[in-house]
Each structure stands twice: as structure tokens, then as C-alpha cells.
């Protein structure tokens, strides 16, 4: 089997990754700095030493890498390229600031962008982090960076990676990214966000 390393897992399991991940090929190994979330390793984005190097096929990080300072962004992103195989492959989604910073333009700061399980969210959750989250004690909520399109694909090149594919889902006011810790084509690229990328509604 292959291992997905489930970083900043939180209370999801890998049935609430994405469907490529969701089939017996794949054991998942949960990651997370919150004990609470009963992960399987604990630990930061920033030190993952618990993680042998080498030793994941695939990493899945969803909403957390904008946790993260400016500045330790490189070093997260170092500590995946350490502990992904030589073929390994991550996939981070968070939000897109482009199409969050329309909603603020046009004075919808404070509106419900959509709904979730936790309750509305508003631009200004996505900006800087849940309010009700926070307010309630769980500052790891925090968000302290973010990221457009570009900067994302920018950000990832200059941290090692090696080729890439993103797409920004404005409906969702998301960004995604899948990218390889080797070169690889773009036939082999395209058919990887095909199967790890969420399916459009």
C-alpha cells in the first residue's frame, strides 16, 4: 500500500481528502500540532521530524499552510520535499486571496460567504482565521499568510518542487495545487490533478 501522510488532518480522516485518495491503495498516517484530534503523529508543518525522510508516497495538506508565518512557509514546504519519496507528490488547498479580496471589494467583509458545518463564513474568517474558533480559545485557527494563483505556483518552485499544476476555484474561493518532488511531464502532471484534484461540481 501507499502511505498518505494527512497533514494538519484536524478531525478529518482520508474519506474527506479528495476520492483518489479514498481507496484501498492508499493507508493514511494523520499529522497535527493539536493533541486534541487524536493524530497519529504529533507535530507542527514546520517539524515533521517524527516522519522518517523518504518514507510517504503523497502528502495532503488542506487549509493549513496559511497558519503559517510568511516566513515559515519555506520550511514546511522543505519538510515535505524531505519526507515525500522520490515520486511523491503533494497536494495543498487553501484559500484564494484574489477571489476573497473581491467579496472584501465590494464591501461584503463581514457577509456569509458560504456555509459550513461550523456555521457561516465570512471574508474575513478566510482572511485571518475563525472567529468563533478563536474566540473560543483555538488560536491555531490564526491564519497569518496567504496566497493568489501565482504565488502559490511561485512559492512552491522556489521551495524545491519541481513541476506543478493549480487551479483556483472562484465559486469556492479556493486555490489547488498538485506538485511533484521530481520532473515529470505534463501528460503525467494532468493526469495526477485529474485524479487528486476534487471532482467540479
Known amino acids: 500500500m501507499k502511505t498518505l501522510l494527512h497533514v494538519g488532518c484536524g478531525q478529518k480522516r482520508i474519506a474527506q481528502t ?3 485518495f479514498n481507496t484501498s491503495e492508499w493507508k493514511e498516517l494523520r499529522l497535527d500540532i493539536d493533541t486534541a484530534v487524536q493524530p ?4 507542527s508543518m514546520t517539524d515533521m521530524s517524527a516522519v522518517s525522510s523518504e518514507s510517504v508516497n503523497a502528502i495532503f495538506s488542506s487549509h493549513n499552510i496559511e497558519h503559517l508565518y510568511p516566513h515559515e ?9 524531505r519526507v515525500l519519496k522520490p515520486e511523491g507528490f503533494a497536494v495543498i488547498t487553501c484559500p484564494d486571496l484574489k ?30 482565521g475563525h472567529r468563533p474558533a478563536m474566540a473560543q480559545g483555538n488560536l491555531f485557527m490564526a491564519h497569518r499568510c496567504g496566497f493568489t494563483q501565482s504565488s502559490i505556483a511561485m512559492t512552491l518552485k522556489h521551495a524545491g518542487f519541481k513541476s506543478m499544476a493549480t487551479v ?5 474561493l479556493d486555490l489547488w495545487a498538485i506538485t511533484t518532488k521530481q520532473s515529470c511531464d ?12 476534487p471532482p467540479t461540481p
Do not use: M, W
Open 73 to 81: 512557509v519555506p520550511v514546511a514546504l522543505g519538510e515535505f520535499l
Open 186 to 197: 505534463e501528460q503525467h502532471l494532468q493526469a495526477l490533478a485529474k485524479a487528486y484534484f
Open 40 to 43: 497519529d503523529v504529533v507535530g
Open 18 to 20: 479528495t476520492p483518489g
Open 99 to 128: 477571489s476573497v479580496c473581491a467579496l472584501v471589494a465590494q464591501d461584503k467583509l463581514l457577509e456569509p460567504a458560504y456555509q459550513s458545518p461550523a456555521g457561516p463564513i465570512s471574508p474575513l474568517d478566510i482572511l485571518y
Open 168 to 172: 483556483a476555484r472562484n465559486r469556492f
